[in-house]
């Protein structure tokens, strides 16, 4: 077969025509494989080498070669509408289809449905496959949701408590999802991720019917699969956040508006509205849909004036449907600004920019933001150094970006642009990362598409010969981009995910199993008290009340008196050999067990001891353990509170108030991106803030303040006396032994 039995010529009049045009096509074709090739080792060098340089250079190759088969393909669109013979049709990369889409399915209804149920299958799979152990554990923010939604009444709570200032503020909505399964599963880590898998398969559907309204029905198809294998989406629905909301209703409101924009029909522009007074329930970052919404009903206002002068009335019931949603919440927030506020005025850049003098805070978090993609995602907890969109995914979003840009006249286009530009200026605005920007997951998702997509129907313009082959290829290639996914995050070689504490969830369990009474003394360094205190909780009482004391420091538990008429049980992070023995030789009738990491490794997490009621025979129950060197480092403390005390009242007297945490408490500048004492760190230098045994979890210092006054915490290895120390608002800090407290002014 010869070049020109593949181009379908039939005269010998073309022979030149077809020669451009074949080259044009192979230029065309090339340039878009060397840009995919140049961009996966641009990939390569950012994820794996961590060259940033080098990476972007890379890419801003890729981006250049990948342009030029854009014009090429533009120059061969011309040819089409010039009538040469062999030239790509108008349906291709060079001119998308027409800006109102027909959104009936292209093909019968019943293998669409096949196709649909197929495509969303696959994100159930990815979703339920082994969630009783992928994750390893629960997230504490995950614990702190379900622990408040023990106290939650299903939809009641939606008008009577929309909104909860603890804990830096949080909409409960959520919560009322994870309530809900609360009653058919009980109080365990299965409710709140089944609440966040249910919301994560919602979404699936929802994204595939807006992504039907953008383009048609085979880009929906591939829309939706490569959400459905997005590890982002995946690990987001599992974790238990309440962010995963945002993505849901940002397809919810978009899909409702395009179709109420290209049918005019009102019941789709209350629902509409409904859906943006919902997103507002949903997490902070779903503040800005409602804004997203506006410019684009604005762009569609300019772009059709009659929608404005002929349909007034269906604009105003957005409004009306906005109005009813939001109704609870807003009157919450009404009168409690201050608290529905407090999380995003403490993060706010201006307070950055104003700490740091200079406008560096912005321009670094415009570069995190772009970054966050393709490098690093900046996250607490998930995602810290990995990229949000993993291979093959994160080049297709970036040629797909590159290709939205050029088309952003039309209405799809200019719609994913503004979603995904606005949605970042969240992260922007306060700290850019995948928590902040998971609204970004919509557009970014339906951009990848878009290049699959697009590329897929140039080249069956092109070589309609090899159609058929052409299809089995774009099936091959979301296959393995699902391979990809699953490789990564549920693969037996699968990367280690931070943030879901495997310990802590083994020994919350442990505590929940005890069998019998006992009093529970837990020790370890880093054990995140809400999701010990949710695993443990056995249905009874005030949920945010743990069924044990915690400490920082295994030498406390050598202080602590057995129970007379309930066992005992000591459980100390491994680690703490000396503190192990000293309670066998108090305790010698002591029984002794081991609590296991999940995995096949026998690697000890905790050593438990049960001791019998009263201590058994034998118990020296009046042993005290001295810590070596304990009293100098109190001493230390001391000094270091009095000398940042003093340092917050002069800066209180400079400023007019103290470093504001709207009354929570805070450690004292371990994280220097949120934690407010951390003003005062050029000042005082960093060691001020370090605790003498250097290990700001076991000890350190706290700090709260509502701006008039403050207090400053540190816990102690000796004895505190009565008037040195208090009772902190945190539950958490309160349980802590020997705290000494200062307050000012």
Same mark, same amino acid.
């Given at each position: 077969?010869?070049?020109?039995?593949?181009?379908?010529?039939?005269?010998?009049?073309?022979?030149?025509?077809?020669?451009?045009?074949?080259?044009?096509?192979?230029?065309?074709?090339?340039?878009?494989?060397?840009?995919?090739?140049?961009?996966?080792?641009?990939?390569?060098?950012?994820?794996?080498?961590?060259?940033?340089?080098?990476?972007?250079?890379?890419?801003?190759?890729?981006?250049?070669?990948?342009?030029?088969?854009?014009?090429?393909?533009?120059?061969?669109?011309?040819?089409?509408?010039?009538?040469?013979?062999?030239?790509?049709?108008?349906?291709?990369?060079?001119?998308?289809?027409?800006?109102?889409?027909?959104?009936?399915?292209?093909?019968?209804?019943?293998?669409?449905?096949?196709?649909? $149920?197929?495509?969303?299958?696959?994100?159930?799979?990815?979703?339920?496959?082994?969630?009783?152990? !992928?994750?390893?554990?629960l997230n504490h923010d995950a614990a702190w949701n379900g622990l408040h939604a023990l106290r939650t009444t299903p939809v009641?709570?939606?008008?009577?408590?929309?909104?909860?200032?603890?804990?830096?503020?949080?909409?409960?909505?959520?919560?009322?999802?994870?309530?809900?399964?609360?009653?058919?599963?009980?109080?365990?880590?299965?409710?709140?991720?089944?609440?966040?898998?249910?919301?994560?398969?919602?979404?699936?559907?929802?994204?595939?019917?807006?992504?039907?309204?953008?383009?048609?029905?085979?880009?929906?198809?591939?829309?939706?699969?490569?959400?459905?294998?997005?590890?982002?989406?995946?690990?987001?629905?599992?974790?238990?956040?309440?962010?995963?909301?945002?993505?849901?209703?940002?397809?919810?409101?978009?899909?409702?508006?395009?179709?109420?924009?290209?049918?005019?029909?009102?019941?789709?522009?209350?629902?509409?509205?409904?859906?943006?007074?919902?997103?507002?329930?949903?997490?902070?970052?779903?503040?800005?849909?409602?804004?997203?919404?506006?410019?684009?009903?604005?762009?569609?206002?300019?772009?059709?004036?009659?929608?404005?002068?002929?349909?007034?009335?269906?604009?105003?019931?957005?409004?009306?449907?906005?109005?009813?949603?939001?109704?609870?919440?807003?009157?919450?927030?009404?009168?409690?600004?201050?608290?529905?506020?407090?999380?995003?005025?403490?993060?706010?850049?201006?307070?950055?920019?104003?700490?740091?003098?200079?406008?560096?805070?912005?321009?670094?978090? !415009?570069?995190?933001?772009?970054?966050?993609?393709?490098?690093?995602?900046?996250?607490?907890?998930?995602?810290?150094?990995?990229?949000?969109?993993?291979?093959?995914?994160?080049?297709?979003?970036?040629?797909?970006?590159?290709?939205?840009?050029?088309?952003?006249?039309?209405? *799809?286009?200019?719609?994913?642009?503004?979603?995904?530009?606005?949605?970042?200026?969240?992260?922007?605005?306060?700290?850019?990362?995948?928590?902040?920007?998971?609204?970004?997951?919509?557009?970014?998702?339906?951009?990848?598409?878009?290049?699959?997509?697009?590329?897929?129907?140039?080249?069956?313009?092109?070589?309609?010969?090899?159609?058929?082959?052409?299809?089995?290829?774009?099936?091959?290639?979301?296959?393995?981009?699902?391979?990809?996914?699953?490789?990564?995050?549920?693969?037996?070689?699968?990367?280690? *995910?931070?943030?879901?504490?495997?310990?802590?969830?083994?020994?919350?369990?442990?505590?929940?199993?005890?069998?019998?009474?006992?009093?529970?003394?837990?020790?370890?360094?880093?054990?995140?008290?809400?999701?010990?205190?949710?695993?443990?909780?056995?249905?009874?009482?005030?949920?945010?009340?743990?069924?044990?004391?915690?400490?920082?420091?295994?030498?406390?538990?050598?202080?602590?008196?057995?129970?007379?008429?309930?066992?005992?049980?000591? !459980?100390?992070?491994?680690?703490?050999?000396?503190?192990?023995?000293?309670?066998?030789?108090?305790?010698?009738?002591?029984?002794?067990?081991?609590?296991?990491?999940?995995?096949?490794?026998?690697?000890?997490?905790?050593?438990?001891?049960?001791?019998?009621?009263?201590?058994?025979?034998?118990?020296?129950?009046?042993?005290?353990?001295?810590?070596?060197?304990?009293?100098?480092?109190?001493?230390?403390?001391?000094?270091?509170?009095?000398?940042?005390?003093?340092?917050?009242?002069?800066?209180?007297?400079?400023?007019?108030?103290?470093?504001?945490?709207?009354?929570?408490?805070?450690?004292?500048?371990?994280?220097?991106?949120?934690?407010?004492?951390?003003?005062?760190?050029?000042?005082?230098?960093?060691?001020?803030?370090?605790?003498?045994?250097?290990?700001?979890?076991?000890?350190?210092?706290?700090? $709260?303040?509502?701006?008039?006054?403050?207090?400053?915490?540190?816990?102690?290895?000796?004895?505190?006396?009565?008037?040195?120390?208090?009772?902190?608002?945190?539950?958490?800090?309160?349980?802590?032994?020997?705290?000494?407290?200062?307050?000012?002014?």
């Amino acid at each position: 077969m010869n070049l020109r039995t593949i181009l379908g010529s039939t005269t010998e009049g073309d022979t030149f025509a077809i020669s451009r045009i074949a080259l044009s096509k192979l230029v065309v074709v090339g340039s878009v494989a060397v840009s995919i090739a140049i961009g996966v080792f641009a990939q390569r060098q950012l994820v794996d080498q961590r060259d940033e340089s080098q990476g972007l250079i890379l890419w801003a190759v890729a981006i250049c070669i990948f342009l030029i088969g854009l014009v090429q393909a533009t120059y061969l669109a011309k040819d089409e509408r010039n009538g040469i013979a062999g030239a790509a049709t108008a349906d291709s990369f060079a001119a998308p289809v027409a800006p109102v889409m027909p959104w009936t399915a292209a093909i019968p209804w019943l293998n669409e449905a096949l196709l649909f $149920s197929g495509v969303v299958g696959v994100g159930v799979l990815f979703r339920f496959y082994r969630l009783g152990d !992928i994750p390893p554990g629960l997230n504490h923010d995950a614990a702190w949701n379900g622990l408040h939604a023990l106290r939650t009444t299903p939809v009641v709570d939606f008008f009577t408590h929309p909104y909860v200032p603890e804990a830096w503020g949080r909409e409960t909505l959520f919560h009322q999802i994870i309530a809900t399964y609360q009653w058919i599963v009980g109080p365990t880590q299965l409710a709140i991720q089944l609440a966040g898998v249910t919301v994560g398969i919602l979404t699936l559907g929802v994204f595939y019917f807006f992504a039907r309204r953008l383009f048609d029905t085979r880009f929906a198809m591939i829309a939706t699969f490569l959400l459905s294998v997005s590890g982002w989406h995946m690990t987001m629905s599992k974790t238990g956040w309440r962010m995963i909301l945002v993505p849901l209703f940002a397809a919810l409101v978009f899909y409702f508006l395009l179709k109420a924009v290209q049918e005019r029909k009102m019941r789709d522009f209350f629902l509409a509205g409904i859906a943006l007074g919902l997103s507002l329930n949903s997490y902070d970052a779903g503040r800005i849909i409602p804004i997203v919404a506006g410019v684009y009903l604005l762009y569609e206002i300019v772009r059709d004036p009659s929608l404005l002068l002929r349909q007034y009335r269906h604009l105003a019931l957005v409004v009306v449907g906005f109005v009813i949603a939001f109704a609870p919440l807003g009157w919450y927030a009404l009168n409690n600004w201050h608290d529905f506020t407090g999380r995003g005025n403490f993060l706010w850049i201006g307070n950055q920019i104003d700490e740091a003098g200079s406008w560096e805070p912005l321009w670094t978090n !415009i570069k995190n933001a772009l970054l966050m993609f393709n490098f690093s995602a900046n996250g607490d907890d998930f995602f810290v150094r990995e990229p949000l969109l993993d291979l093959p995914v994160s080049v297709f979003f970036t040629l797909g970006l590159v290709y939205g840009i050029t088309r952003i006249r039309h209405r *799809q286009y200019f719609l994913l642009m503004i979603m995904i530009v606005l949605m970042l200026l969240v992260g922007i605005a306060s700290k850019p990362n995948g928590n902040r920007g998971i609204g970004t997951i919509i557009p970014t998702t339906a951009l990848a598409a878009i290049f699959l997509y697009e590329s897929w129907r140039w080249l069956e313009a092109s070589y309609p010969r090899y159609r058929e082959l052409l299809s089995i290829g774009l099936v091959g290639v979301l296959l393995y981009t699902g391979y990809t996914t699953f490789d990564s995050y549920l693969g037996p070689d699968r990367r280690d *995910q931070w943030g879901f504490y495997p310990e802590t969830t083994r020994v919350g369990r442990y505590m929940h199993d005890l069998p019998g009474e006992y009093q529970i003394f837990a020790a370890a360094g880093n054990w995140p008290r809400d999701a010990l205190t949710y695993i443990s909780y056995q249905g009874e009482g005030d949920p945010f009340q743990p069924r044990y004391e915690y400490t920082n420091n295994a030498s406390d538990l050598l202080g602590k008196p057995p129970a007379e008429n309930v066992g005992t049980a000591f !459980i100390i992070e491994a680690g703490n050999d000396d503190v192990v023995a000293a309670l066998q030789e108090r305790f010698p009738a002591a029984t002794m067990e081991e609590i296991y990491y999940p995995d096949d490794t026998q690697n000890v997490i905790a050593y438990v001891l049960l001791v019998p009621p009263g201590g058994g025979e034998g118990a020296q129950t009046d042993a005290v353990f001295v810590a070596t060197g304990g009293e100098e480092r109190d001493d230390q403390r001391r000094e270091a509170l009095a000398t940042i005390g003093a340092a917050l009242t002069e800066y209180g007297e400079r400023t007019g108030r103290f470093p504001d945490t709207a009354d929570n408490v805070q450690t004292a500048c371990v994280y220097v991106d949120l934690d407010a004492l951390c003003v005062l760190q050029d000042e005082l230098g960093l060691d001020i803030f370090i605790d003498p045994l250097g290990d700001p979890g076991r000890y350190g210092y706290w700090y $709260s303040s509502n701006g008039l006054t403050f207090t400053i915490y540190s816990a102690f290895e000796g004895e505190v006396t009565a008037g040195e120390t208090c009772t902190p608002t945190d539950a958490a800090l309160a349980q802590r032994a020997n705290l000494y407290c200062l307050r000012g002014p």
